[in-house]
């Protein structure tokens, strides 16, 4: 089956530096990729769209330069944090639809983020 | 506003003790229901799609259903390999991306 990876798998930071997390798609080309915000025992919240060639789409709420999305190719979307802060701690997951199954996605493992 | 609710939260059953997930959802418009299965640290691992009210889907100790209002995931006889948070999400009609509304999941632990 398809494969999202996330590297890395967890990172720890000094606050006020900046992160960049890569979501890629091993064996697909996905022109759409989500990101998506878990904090402990929570559910899974969009934050983003990232559109290969185009810029991405931000869930209301969520700040677009704190959060920078790059849609670099067809199998690669970064997320950057930007000035990190503890409260940016959280668990980031990226997804990806399935080829010709948009109602499928598949989930990146996740990168797990501790701002210091 | 499309909304997913999961009930209960948190769920503890014994080994071989069969019972149901219940996920709710408003919706404009159901492209689809996702239930995944998520391990603690790890991106979540889809198990069924549903598409209209009326369809079930199984594997191995899992049956998902679906109405126009709600789905279940019935676990028949679980294993404490079972034991991990299990998310609903759904797919609005409006979306042709791929964009997904989660609930906030029940975790469900299986006692030996």
């Known amino acids: 089956g398809a494969v999202v990876s996330q590297h890395p798998s967890w990172v720890i930071c000094k606050s006020g530096t900046s992160v960049k997390i890569e979501c890629r798609s091993l064996?697909?080309?996905?022109?759409?990729m989500f990101w998506y915000r878990q904090f402990p025992k929570k559910s899974l919240m969009l934050m983003a769209t990232?559109?290969?060639?185009?810029?991405?789409?931000?869930e209301q709420g969520v700040e677009k330069d704190k959060f920078l999305i790059n849609h670099a190719s067809l199998t690669l979307s970064t997320l950057t944090v930007t000035s990190a802060h503890p409260e940016d701690s959280s668990f980031y997951i990226c997804s990806a639809p399935s080829p010709g199954l948009t109602e499928r996605s598949y989930f990146g493992p996740g990168t797990r983020l501790t701002v210091l | 506003e499309d909304q997913v609710t999961q009930s209960p939260e948190a769920l503890r059953l014994q080994e071989g003790e069969s019972s149901s997930l219940n996920c709710s959802y408003t919706v404009s418009g159901l492209r689809g229901l996702f239930w995944y299965r998520q391990d603690p640290g790890k991106g979540p691992e889809f198990l069924f799609t549903l598409y209209s009210a009326g369809e079930e889907k199984e594997k191995e100790r899992l049956k998902a259903t679906l109405t126009k209002k709600e789905s279940f995931l019935h676990i028949t006889a679980p294993k404490p390999e079972d034991s991990a948070t299990y998310l609903c999400?759904?797919?609005?009609?409006?979306?042709?991306?791929?964009?997904?509304?989660f609930g906030q999941g029940t975790t469900l632990q299986v006692k030996p």
């Open positions: 999400a759904v797919q609005a009609g409006s979306s042709n991306t791929g964009k997904l509304i």
């Open positions: 064996d697909f080309q996905a022109t759409t």
């Open positions: 990232s559109n290969e060639g185009s810029k991405a789409t931000y």
